[in-house]
T-cell receptor, first 114, second 114 residues
Framework: ETGVTQTPRHLVMGMTNKKSLKCEQHLGHNAMYWYKQSAKKPLELMFVYSLEERVENNSVPSRFSPECPNSSHLFLHLHTLQPEDSALYLC?????????????FGSGTQLSVL | GESVGLHLPTLSVQEGDNSIINCAYSNSASDYFIWYKQESGKGPQFIIDIRSNMDKRQGQRVTVLLNKTVKHLSLQIAATQPGDSAVYFCAESRAAGGSYIPTFGRGTSLIVHP
């Protein structure tokens, strides 16, 4: 148990659906991240929130929309996805500004787009 | 541009042997490096980190070596156990918006044979 919880663990959706991924951290951290993990590719950073403000947005398509209502919760809203968006979506948190800033990851949401 | 990568995609070792996993990075300005371990069905988990003002750091059964001259990072696992079987990622971190944001390598799959 890492203190970072992601729901759902698995999600199957059609290209016209709208769904949301949820992440919650109980570690008192103030930075949260979304990463995409595809087979045979490095983890791709999608979004970073530090102190509830988005500080990084790596040219992610607009069909992915993040939301960070507070420092403990992070959402990824999905709409009109493509089959190539099928991947494991990982949430992580960290203590921003710490001298040894390591990320704590959730177990991920395995997304399949049909 | 930045790139962090691993020399070998798969490493097979016998239980009890020492394992060495290598990583190359290209951004000489990177000053913080981390190794993560990802077991099947889980998110990456922090193992050990090192700052650029050090060339070696030891943990429990793990040692990280940093060679800034050739921009090379390695993870040594002593007396490898079946529970060490996982994918190992190196990451270099850079500061952004007050946070250190890691860029991950491709990953090496470590297989430990009993």
């Amino acid at each position: 148990e890492t203190g970072v919880t992601q729901t759902p663990r698995h999600l199957v959706m059609g290209m016209t659906n709208k769904k949301s991924l949820k992440c919650e951290q109980h570690l008192g951290h103030n930075a949260m991240y979304w990463y995409k993990q595809s087979a045979k590719k490095p983890l791709e950073l999608m979004f970073v929130y530090s102190l509830e403000e988005r500080v990084e947005n790596n040219s992610v398509p607009s069909r992915f929309s993040p939301e960070c209502p507070n420092s403990s919760h992070l959402f990824l809203h999905l709409h009109t996805l493509q089959p190539e968006d099928s991947a494991l979506y990982l949430c992580a948190s960290s203590l921003s500004g710490a001298t040894n800033e390591k990320l704590f990851f959730g177990s991920g949401t395995q997304l399949s787009v049909l | 541009g930045e790139s962090v990568g691993l020399h070998l995609p798969t490493l097979s070792v016998q239980e009890g042997d020492n394992s060495i996993i290598n990583c190359a990075y290209s951004n000489s300005a990177s000053d913080y490096f981390i190794w993560y371990k990802q077991e099947s069905g889980k998110g990456p988990q922090f193992i050990i980190d090192i700052r650029s003002n050090m060339d070696k750091r030891q943990g429990q059964r793990v040692t990280v070596l940093l060679n800034k001259t050739v921009k090379h990072l390695s993870l040594q696992i002593a007396a490898t156990q079946p529970g060490d079987s996982a994918v190992y990622f190196c990451a270099e971190s850079r500061a952004a918006g007050g946070s250190y944001i890691p860029t991950f390598g491709r990953g090496t799959s470590l297989i430990v044979h009993p």
